[in-house]
């Protein structure tokens, strides 16, 4: 078993963890915003080209600015589609009033 090298002073340890960990961060933020502006903007379906409907924003969704879940009535595709601008947001959740009353 070996002994832990002591010449090495215990912030220098604490400081290469805590760079080690920010160039985590920093690789997790970058690769973020490369995947944020991979999404498409628009309204159209990439597979047929039909209208798309945006769904609730639920989830981690909702943590994502001018972003909406969008659902194909022609073909079933969805996926996250971000929107224009002058689009009308998409609906927000609500708590449903079926769940309470039991209907
Ligand atoms: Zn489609």
Same mark, same amino acid.
């Given at each position: 078993?070996?002994? $832990?090298? @002591?010449?090495?002073?215990?912030?220098?340890? +604490?400081?290469? +963890?805590?760079?080690?960990?920010?160039?985590?961060?920093?690789?997790?933020?970058?690769? !973020? !915003?490369?995947?944020?502006?991979?999404? $498409?903007? *628009? @309204? =159209?379906? $990439?597979?047929?080209? *039909?209208?798309?409907?945006?769904? #609730?924003?639920? *989830? &981690?969704?909702?943590?994502?600015? *001018?972003?909406? =879940?969008? &659902?194909?009535?022609?073909? !079933?595709?969805?996926?996250?589609? /971000?929107? /224009?601008?002058? #689009?009308?947001?998409?609906?927000?959740?609500? $708590?449903?009033?079926? @769940?309470?009353?039991?209907?």
């Amino acid at each position: 078993m070996l002994a $832990p090298d @002591r010449r090495v002073p215990h912030y220098a340890r +604490v400081i290469a +963890v805590l760079v080690l960990l920010g160039l985590v961060a920093l690789r997790l933020l970058i690769l !973020g !915003g490369v995947a944020f502006l991979l999404i $498409p903007a *628009g @309204r =159209r379906c $990439p597979a047929c080209g *039909g209208e798309t409907i945006a769904l #609730e924003r639920a *989830g &981690w969704v909702r943590m994502l600015p *001018g972003v909406a =879940r969008r &659902w194909c009535m022609h073909c !079933g595709w969805s996926w996250l589609r /971000k929107q /224009k601008a002058g #689009e009308p947001l998409a609906p927000v959740p609500r $708590p449903s009033m079926e @769940r309470h009353v039991g209907i």
